[in-house]
């Protein structure tokens, strides 16, 4: 019991959410359900660390927290999280084969492009 980690200090809700609806993010961690997740035994695997969905809900926990509802794309589930445990997936990371941009990217080339 001694190593339970007490989040009382932290207030999320004073400011606005850190993931918005449509989001694509990543889980941090390993997440198994506690118990909570009808459907599937307590201790059974539903999101693995680095797997990647969408936000597709945004609710408050104990008036202190924001839960983000993510469709997880591989295994299937709709998992609640807290902002630690996520991290965002950032534009053009999750898309390799995407269009290259017409801009240059380097500080150095963009003048070239202005006369």
């Known amino acids: 019991m001694a190593n339970i980690v007490r989040d009382s200090d932290v207030v999320e809700l004073g400011g606005p959410p850190a993931f918005r609806y449509g989001e694509k993010v990543r889980a941090r961690r390993l997440v198994r359900n506690d118990g909570t997740y009808a459907g599937k035994e307590i201790g059974e695997l539903l999101v693995r660390k680095g797997e990647e969905g969408v936000v597709v809900s945004i609710g408050t926990f104990l008036q202190q927290f924001y839960i983000y509802g993510v469709e997880f794309t ?39 492009l202005a006369r």
């Open 74 to 112: 591989q295994s299937g589930n709709r998992v609640g999280m807290k902002r630690r445990e996520l991290d965002p997936v950032w534009a053009g990371e999750e898309e390799a084969d995407e269009l290259p941009c017409a801009l240059p990217t380097r500080a150095g080339r963009a003048g070239s």
